[in-house]
């Protein structure tokens, strides 16, 4: 009834009611004894030839699964398990959709809804269409009814947004948190029958631009033995038109029906999502054996833990995510310390049930600094849009690093090394990749610019210094101190004229705009 209606142009909360009575459904159809209107209905439900048997009161009784919408507007649907459910009304099916999200926990103040169905419907509903504008393209009621034809997706997402938003008592509109209705076919569509596929019993005619459909039904429906083909090629011309604005086939005479009996409805798939939140901020690693990210080799732990597991371990389970995924402004080595101001990040929660407010951000960063003082620190955590994720992208690139480095020298500093050091401003180096990383990245040369450096003495030790300096982003630091057999040129090595080797390393400032103190 419900796919009657629409194809009618029947506007309103018909579609959220359980089905009409005789008497609603005339005022519905506005022309109580319209034979016509009678002749639509009974076409619709399967072919002109019930037309002299079906009346209005027939149709109180619900048939079995409708042959256009596959049961999507009957709300009959098989289930994750293979169950097939019978709703009946939105409301019973909104109920059900609600439950579901109120068990999942989802913290909601606004939806939009999705919806997706098999493409074979609007196929249906373009064939009802031609098949119709043959018959009745010289009744006034035709154009007036069938130009106002309403998708089966437009219907139902009318009906589930409306019983939704009483159910969850929040509106619908533009939202992070989708409500998705995935209707699959249970079985694809029959193929054109060979009689037609060889012309047998209809005349073939050729039409101007085809619309392509990729399966069609079975059963031939001409009560006067004419019939109406349409051609099958590859793709979809039907895109998101209604019917009302599809090719015209006048001219053909062969039409293959949608059968007049469905057996199986369609599978649905429910699904409440949110899209990725983000919480940013910086951390600082305090430790040499605690790695960037999660790290694995022959199923075997390096270091004792990692930034990503730390933070966003405790994140995920305060925003009941579904996974979360770690972001940083590049990465230090393992036994490399990340200290000053930190290393801004970024850390994307999946599907997450609850938002954190501002108090609850704050006291998330709270509990992870008192988790691990020893190891990481986080600062200035807080929730973050999009344009978070952009800001370290853009950054990224275009960063300064500056680092301390304790360096060991093969003969004694002396007064003049410091003088050489110091005088070097936007010194440009060539490095091919490293000895230590080639196996993991592309064997390239990188022009990289060392802006400053200056040399801090040890008291009492003439071949240990602190070397500090100020790089351009992406600059191997171990391999300028020691040349890496050759492969960085020039090197502090080189520069002092000594074998030069890095003892440790720590990663003072990194300095980009994104998560700042205010």
Same mark, same amino acid.
């Given at each position: 009834?419900?796919?009657?209606?629409?194809?009618?142009?029947?506007?309103?909360?018909?579609?959220?009611?359980?089905?009409?009575?005789?008497?609603?459904?005339?005022?519905?159809?506005?022309?109580?004894?319209?034979?016509?209107?009678?002749?639509?209905?009974?076409?619709?439900?399967?072919?002109?030839?019930?037309?002299?048997?079906?009346?209005?009161?027939?149709?109180?009784?619900?048939?079995?699964?409708?042959?256009?919408?596959?049961?999507?507007?009957?709300?009959?649907?098989?289930?994750?398990?293979?169950?097939?459910?019978?709703?009946?009304?939105?409301?019973?099916?909104?109920?059900?959709?609600?439950?579901?999200?109120?068990?999942?926990?989802?913290?909601?103040?606004?939806?939009?809804?999705?919806?997706?169905?098999?493409?074979?419907?609007?196929?249906?509903?373009?064939?009802?269409?031609?098949?119709?504008?043959?018959?009745?393209?010289?009744?006034?009621?035709?154009?007036?009814?069938?130009?106002?034809?309403?998708?089966?997706?437009?219907?139902?997402?009318?009906?589930?947004?409306?019983?939704?938003?009483?159910?969850?008592?929040?509106?619908?509109?533009?939202?992070?948190?989708?409500?998705?209705?995935?209707?699959?076919?249970?079985?694809?569509?029959?193929?054109?029958?060979?009689?037609?596929?060889?012309?047998?019993?209809?005349?073939?005619?050729?039409?101007?631009?085809?619309?392509?459909?990729?399966?069609?039904?079975?059963?031939?429906?001409?009560?006067?033995?004419?019939?109406?083909?349409?051609?099958?090629?590859?793709?979809?011309?039907?895109?998101?038109?209604?019917?009302?604005?599809?090719?015209?086939?006048?001219?053909?005479?062969?039409?293959?029906?949608?059968?007049?009996?469905?057996?199986?409805?369609?599978?649905?798939?429910?699904?409440?999502?949110?899209?990725?939140?983000?919480?940013?901020?910086?951390?600082?690693?305090?430790?040499?054996?605690?790695?960037?990210?999660?790290?694995?080799?022959?199923?075997?732990?390096?270091?004792?833990?990692?930034?990503?597991? *730390?933070?966003?371990?405790?994140?995920?389970?305060?925003?009941?995510?579904?996974?979360?995924?770690?972001?940083?402004?590049?990465?230090?080595?393992?036994?490399?310390?990340?200290?000053?101001?930190?290393?801004?990040?970024?850390?994307? *929660?999946?599907?997450?049930?609850?938002?954190?407010?501002?108090?609850?951000?704050?006291?998330?960063?709270?509990?992870?600094?008192?988790?691990?003082?020893?190891?990481?620190?986080?600062?200035?955590?807080?929730?973050?849009?999009?344009?978070?994720?952009?800001?370290?992208?853009?950054?990224?690139?275009?960063?300064?690093?500056?680092?301390?480095?304790?360096?060991?020298i093969s003969r004694p500093l002396e007064n003049q090394d410091l003088q050489s050091i110091a005088s070097l401003k936007d010194l440009q180096i060539l490095q091919k990749?490293?000895?230590?990383?080639?196996?993991?990245?592309?064997?390239?040369?990188?022009?990289?610019?060392?802006?400053?450096?200056?040399?801090?003495?040890?008291?009492?030790?003439?071949?240990?210094?602190?070397?500090?300096?100020?790089?351009?982003?992406?600059?191997?630091?171990?391999?300028?101190?020691?040349?890496?057999?050759?492969?960085?040129?020039?090197?502090?090595?080189?520069?002092?004229?000594?074998?030069?080797?890095?003892?440790?390393?720590?990663?003072?400032?990194?300095?980009?705009?994104?998560?700042?103190?205010?």
């Amino acid at each position: 009834m419900r796919c009657i209606f629409r194809l009618l142009g029947v506007h309103g909360h018909v579609y959220s009611w359980s089905f009409p009575s005789s008497t609603e459904m005339r005022a519905m159809l506005g022309e109580p004894t319209c034979p016509e209107e009678h002749i639509v209905v009974s076409s619709l439900k399967g072919g002109e030839d019930k037309k002299n048997s079906s009346s209005y009161e027939d149709l109180e009784v619900e048939p079995e699964t409708c042959s256009i919408c596959l049961g999507i507007l009957q709300f009959i649907y098989y289930d994750a398990k293979g169950l097939m459910v019978k709703k009946g009304t939105a409301i019973s099916l909104a109920l059900s959709i609600s439950e579901q999200i109120k068990k999942e926990g989802h913290q909601l103040d606004s939806f939009s809804l999705e919806v997706s169905i098999p493409t074979v419907i609007q196929e249906n509903e373009h064939i009802v269409h031609l098949y119709m504008k043959r018959k009745y393209r010289s009744e006034l009621w035709f154009e007036e009814r069938f130009s106002k034809c309403i998708s089966t997706k437009e219907v139902l997402k009318f009906a589930m947004t409306n019983s939704l938003e009483k159910l969850l008592d929040v509106k619908s509109g533009p939202s992070s948190c989708r409500i998705r209705l995935t209707y699959a076919q249970t079985k694809p569509s029959s193929t054109v029958p060979s009689s037609v596929e060889r012309g047998e019993g209809c005349k073939r005619r050729k039409t101007g631009a085809s619309p392509v459909f990729d399966s069609v039904n079975d059963k031939l429906v001409d009560a006067s033995n004419d019939c109406f083909h349409l051609s099958t090629t590859k793709g979809n011309a039907l895109g998101e038109s209604s019917s009302n604005g599809l090719e015209d086939h006048e001219s053909s005479e062969c039409i293959i029906f949608p059968e007049d009996k469905v057996n199986d409805p369609c599978h649905l798939v429910f699904l409440c999502y949110r899209t990725p939140i983000y919480l940013g901020g910086r951390y600082l690693k305090f430790s040499r054996n605690v790695s960037q990210t999660r790290w694995m080799i022959d199923d075997e732990r390096m270091g004792e833990a990692s930034v990503e597991e *730390i933070i966003g371990g405790y994140i995920l389970p305060v925003c009941h995510g579904d996974s979360y995924k770690f972001h940083a402004a590049g990465r230090e080595d393992i036994d490399v310390r990340m200290l000053g101001s930190g290393r801004p990040f970024l850390v994307e *929660i999946q599907n997450a049930r609850h938002v954190p407010s501002e108090a609850l951000v704050k006291e998330i960063e709270i509990n992870i600094n008192n988790l691990n003082t020893q190891l990481v620190l986080v600062k200035n955590l807080k929730m973050v849009a999009n344009e978070g994720w952009t800001l370290i992208h853009e950054g990224e690139a275009e960063k300064q690093k500056q680092y301390c480095a304790l360096v060991w020298i093969s003969r004694p500093l002396e007064n003049q090394d410091l003088q050489s050091i110091a005088s070097l401003k936007d010194l440009q180096i060539l490095q091919k990749t490293p000895v230590r990383v080639l196996h993991r990245r592309s064997p390239l040369e990188r022009e990289k610019i060392i802006h400053w450096m200056k040399i801090e003495t040890i008291a009492e030790s003439s071949q240990y210094f602190l070397l500090h300096l100020c790089t351009q982003a992406g600059t191997y630091i171990k391999e300028f101190v020691h040349g890496d057999l050759g492969r960085t040129h020039p090197s502090i090595g080189s520069i002092l004229g000594c074998r030069a080797e890095i003892l440790q390393l720590d990663v003072t400032d990194v300095k980009m705009d994104c998560f700042l103190a205010e």
